[in-house]
């Protein structure tokens, strides 16, 4: 029997059960959470490093969202931070490598 011992999205549990299989499952704590979450982000994100696929920048971003909501934020919060930091600092359209800065 395969130990996952990781967050899943919600309807996983169902879609193993309509499998005819038994998920054993707990609810954790805002704290466990958390720190799955953040497990979560990392996993998924090394999951798009190996494909570089759509499909893993969209649970990348599924992730995010759900890192947002649980530390007490919107997503309407998130995109505004995001926006004035373009703002002030640019985006990465330009494709700038800074290699080195030199004292004057």
């Known amino acids: 029997m ?3 011992n990781k967050l ?3 309807l996983i ?3 193993i059960t309509k499998c005819g299989k ?3 499952t707990r609810t ?3 704290e466990e959470y958390l720190i799955e979450l953040d497990r979560k982000l990392n996993e998924e994100c090394a999951e798009y490093q190996a494909d570089k696929s759509i499909e893993e920048l969209a649970d990348m ?3 995010m969202y759900a890192i947002v909501k649980a530390r007490g934020y919107t997503i309407e919060d998130l995109e505004s931070v995001r926006i004035e930091k373009a703002h002030k600092r640019g985006g990465f359209e330009e494709k700038i490598f800074l290699k080195e800065v030199k004292e004057s």
């Open 22 to 24: 038994t998920p054993v």
């Open 28 to 30: 954790l704590s805002n």
């Open 61 to 63: 971003l599924e992730v």
């Open 2 to 4: 395969p130990t996952y």
């Open 8 to 10: 899943v999205r919600d």
């Open 13 to 15: 549990p169902e879609i």
